[in-house]
């Protein structure tokens, strides 16, 4: 088992999945964007605000193993990056608490503790119980395949 035995919140699964403190967060990322874009780019450039958080070498056992997992699916998964976006606005009005990025494609990901979260605006809904049950590995087939379509 993968994540910690005793029951969390969620903010303790997130701090657990990205490997920092939570609990301050710099102003500037909770700052509106105009769009997705900007949201994406503003959480690129402040990765280092997470505990220097590495996009291309997570550092944390849930991530990595979740990183490993896409990595392995994808032809080229030599371009993939994971980002950290809790407490950004791209949190905040969009949902969205990590995203992977390869080849210019992403795929946006909402970290939760409920698996019966109704309405969630991410591409993929990863819960706490997915790693408990190991149905974390059936995400990141899901996030390859996502990266790895074709665009329209």
């Given at each position: 088992m993968?994540?910690?035995?005793?029951?969390?919140?969620?903010?303790?699964?997130?701090?657990?999945?990205?490997?920092?403190d939570l609990t301050v967060v710099?102003?500037?990322?909770?700052?509106?964007?105009r769009n997705f874009r900007e949201g994406i780019q503003r959480?690129?450039?402040?990765?280092?605000?997470?505990?220097?958080?590495n996009p291309r070498r997570p550092r944390t056992p849930l991530a990595q193993c979740l990183f490993q997992k896409v990595k392995s699916r994808l032809k080229t998964g030599d371009?993939?990056?994971?980002?950290?976006?809790i407490n950004t606005a791209l949190d905040y009005w969009m949902g969205v608490d990590c995203f992977?990025?390869?080849n210019g494609r992403i795929v946006t990901?909402?970290?939760s503790v409920s698996s019966?979260?109704?309405?969630?605006?991410?591409d993929i809904l990863l819960t706490r119980q997915?790693?408990?049950?190991?149905?974390?590995?059936?995400?990141?087939?899901?996030?390859?395949?996502?990266?790895?379509?074709?665009r329209r």
């Open positions: 993968l994540v910690q035995s005793d029951p969390q919140d969620g903010h303790g699964f997130q701090n657990e999945f990205c490997g920092c710099d102003p500037k990322l909770k700052q509106r964007v959480v690129k450039e402040c990765q280092c605000l997470y505990n220097h958080w371009d993939l990056r994971l980002f950290i976006a992977f990025e390869c990901v909402d970290l019966y979260k109704r309405y969630y605006k991410a997915d790693f408990v049950k190991n149905h974390h590995y059936k995400k990141g087939d899901i996030i390859a395949r996502k990266l790895s379509q074709k």
